[in-house]
């Protein structure tokens, strides 16, 4: 296995951890949030560290290809949804805005699904909408943690770009089926 695929196994290992320290927040556990928060911005270097390695050495692989944005869709899911179960923070996405990434990750894991079941090869390639789209509910994420205001009106160029992406992946989606 490569190094590229321990750093994503990484993410992946932290993720319950930094849930566990987010849902345990409250205002008397400060230092839950500190962790949450260190355990996160860790996490997400990984996921860019990884990518860069992978095509710096030469590490692409199959395994990679597949584990990586599960492992991006689990921390930010894990996130999101621990968001919900938090109510001290200062800022948190409406709802709504938690249902679109939800929403929008969920659809694509079924259509891939549906795709494999259907036989159907596909070339799985992220593209800068989706790297874009993460990256924004990464850094959203942080800024809820850091209690940054600045993370209400992130939020909503967040949910802008989950959407513009979402559209992207389901129209390259239908591609494969015609």
């Known amino acids: ?3 590229p695929n321990y750093l994503t196994l990484l993410r992946i290992v932290l993720t319950p951890i930094f849930f566990i320290a987010l849902v345990s927040y409250a205002p008397e556990k400060e230092n839950c949030r500190i962790i949450a928060l260190a355990i996160f911005i860790i996490a997400s270097l990984t ?8 095509r710096f050495l030469k590490q692409r ?3 990679g290809k597949m584990l990586d944005p599960l492992a991006d869709k689990i921390l930010l899911i894990s996130g999101y949804v621990g968001l919900l179960f938090v109510g001290t923070l200062p800022y948190r996405p409406p709802l709504w805005i938690t249902i679109t990434i939800l929403f929008r990750d969920l659809f694509l894991l079924v259509g891939f699904i549906a795709l494999n079941v259907m036989s159907i090869k596909m070339d799985v390639q992220p593209n800068w909408w989706g790297k874009l789209t993460t990256a924004c509910q990464m850094l959203l ?6 209690e940054w ?3 209400q009106s992130l939020a909503y160029l967040t949910v802008s770009f989950t959407i513009i992406s979402g559209i992207i992946y389901i129209t390259k989606g239908l591609k494969f089926i015609q």
């Open 141 to 146: 994420l942080c800024f809820i943690l850091l």
């Open 149 to 151: 205001s600045v993370a």
């Open 61 to 63: 692989t199959e395994l």
């Open 1 to 3: 296995m490569s190094i």
């Open 47 to 54: 996921d860019a560290l990884d990518g860069i390695l992978a």
